[in-house]
């Protein structure tokens, strides 16, 4: 069964810490993505990437950065994580040009003190 | 510019009544694909169908059914007899240089 898989399904961090939030897919997909959802704005895209040390800023980047490494794993950062942050972040992964749907992983339900 | 819009934030239904989830999009793209995800309590999203701008057929699978207009850039999704098991938030979404979302329609059912 094809997956993609979120490091972590809940976390607690403080305000100030360096948070990661990992994604991992088996698909051997292109395309990978970070998207925020929050009640009532539905997912917002953080950032995607196309390519393996690529990245391209999404809607709502600020205050994260991200890095892809490896062609199957996609990392969001939060460098000083603030309260705002507190959210559900869904990753996904896709082939080239999405038309063929996105796959997403459970989701990390992040919590920020 | 692409757009989705569920104008329906939150709906609810007895157990085995059918009900009707709306979208209507924008889009200047003569090529594009239309899709439903489901996302259950769990919260992982879940593809439910894909359809292509070329192809207005109706689908069914099961109690899921959805209608697609061009005319009125619709693409509405039935669920019939409803169960417990369907409550979850449904999306729609549209192709474009990215994957646009819309908002989301809470749906909860009733037993």
């Known amino acids: 069964d094809v997956k993609v898989t979120q490091s972590s399904r809940y976390l607690v961090k403080r305000t100030g810490e360096k948070v990661f939030l990992e994604c991992v897919q088996d698909m051997d997909h292109e395309n990978m993505f970070w998207y925020r959802q929050d009640p009532g704005l539905g997912l917002r895209l953080i950032y995607f990437s196309y390519d393996v040390k690529m990245k391209e800023k999404g809607d709502i980047p600020e205050g994260y950065s991200v890095s892809r490494e490896k062609k199957e794993r996609f990392s969001l950062i939060l460098e000083s994580a603030s309260t705002n942050q507190t959210s559900m972040y869904l990753c996904?992964?896709?082939?080239?040009?999405?038309?063929?749907?996105?796959?997403f992983g459970s989701g990390t339900r992040l919590t920020v003190v | 510019a692409q757009k989705v819009t569920q104008a329906q934030t939150e709906i609810s239904v007895v157990e085995k009544e059918d009900v009707t989830l709306d979208c209507v999009y924008e889009t200047r793209d003569t090529t594009y694909y239309l899709f439903w995800y489901k996302q259950p309590p769990s919260g992982e999203l879940v593809f439910l169908i894909r359809r292509n701008s070329f192809d207005e057929q109706n689908e069914i699978s099961g109690r899921y059914s959805w209608n697609f207009q061009k005319s009125t850039s619709s693409f509405n999704f039935t669920i019939t007899a409803s169960q417990v098991v369907d409550s979850a938030v449904y999306f729609c979404a549209l192709t474009g240089n990215q994957f646009y979302f819309g908002t989301g329609t809470s749906l909860t059912v009733i037993p």
């Open positions: 996904a992964s896709s082939l080239i040009g999405g038309n063929y749907g996105y796959t």
